[in-house]
């Protein structure tokens, strides 16, 4: 794969990733209007409508890949272990900023996810 092949995938991945957040954003908050769900159970309820939406289309569009349960489950390990580094690098390396440190993060995870999720969840 040439390097305008792998430009390409990471647009497509980051292109579904934005879906993906904006499928979070609309399903939490639907469930707090119509069900007056609290923020909590809204949020848990909308990661996993919004991880399976990411699931399907990483690996039909971005990855060219089919769908098998072990597959499932790495994707659910890199994402769910990806947000939990970078709660904890959040408290490592803080930055005083918290508007630069929650866009440093923003920018730096989904690269991250992007590599673990090419050489292994769906090599």
Do not use: E
């Amino acid at each position: 794969m040439n390097i305008k092949s792998h430009m390409l995938q990471l647009a497509k991945y980051g292109f579904f990733g934005v879906l993906a957040t904006l499928v979070h954003l609309l399903s939490a908050w639907a469930i707090i209007y119509f069900f007056s769900a609290s923020v909590f159970v809204a949020n848990t309820f909308a990661f996993f409508t919004a991880f399976v939406f990411s699931y399907v289309f990483q690996t039909l569009y971005v990855f060219h890949s089919t769908f098998h349960f072990k597959k499932f489950m790495k994707f659910f390990l890199v994402q769910y272990g990806t947000f939990l580094a970078s709660y904890f690098l959040s408290d490592a390396f803080p930055v005083q900023n918290s508007y630069l440190h929650t866009l440093l993060i923003v920018a730096i995870m989904p690269f991250i996810t992007f590599v673990i999720h090419k050489f292994w969840t769906f090599k």
